[in-house]
Nanobody
Framework: QVQFVESGGGLVQPGGSLRLSCATS????????MSWYRQATGKERELVAT???????IYPDSVKGRFTISRDNAKNTMSLQMNDLKFEDTAVYYC????????WGQGTQVTVSS
């Protein structure tokens, strides 16, 4: 059974940091390019960070220099370190495959507010 379980979200002030975690099961994790996504209220889901099976990270300009994605192939887990958080980072964050993502988890809420 394919499962993605996200955790680590919360309420943080602008400029603050959070570390998100993702536990996966039922997939060939070490062979897959994986990503973090987010969806803000009233907006479409967007790609936040990607990490290839070889561990190469890829970021959109909106988070480059602030977010760091990592993975642990031995534990089938991945993380997202988020620093210098901004109001516009407020969203529900999800992890999934980069290509053909499906079986979405519940996500973890990140709220940036003063």
């Amino acid at each position: 059974q394919v499962q993605f379980v996200e955790s680590g979200g919360g309420l943080v002030q602008p400029g603050g940091s959070l570390r998100l975690s993702c536990a996966t099961s039922g997939i060939d994790f070490r062979g897959l390019t994986m990503s973090w996504y987010r969806q803000a209220t009233g907006k479409e889901r967007e790609l936040v960070a990607t990490i290839t099976s070889a561990g190469v990270p890829i970021y959109p300009d909106s988070v480059k220099g602030r977010f760091t994605i990592s993975r642990d192939n031995a534990k089938n887990t991945m993380s997202l370190q988020m620093n210098d958080l901004k109001f516009e980072d407020t969203a529900v964050y999800y992890c999934n495959r980069r290509y053909t993502p499906r079986y979405w988890g519940q996500g973890t809420q990140v709220t940036v507010s003063s």
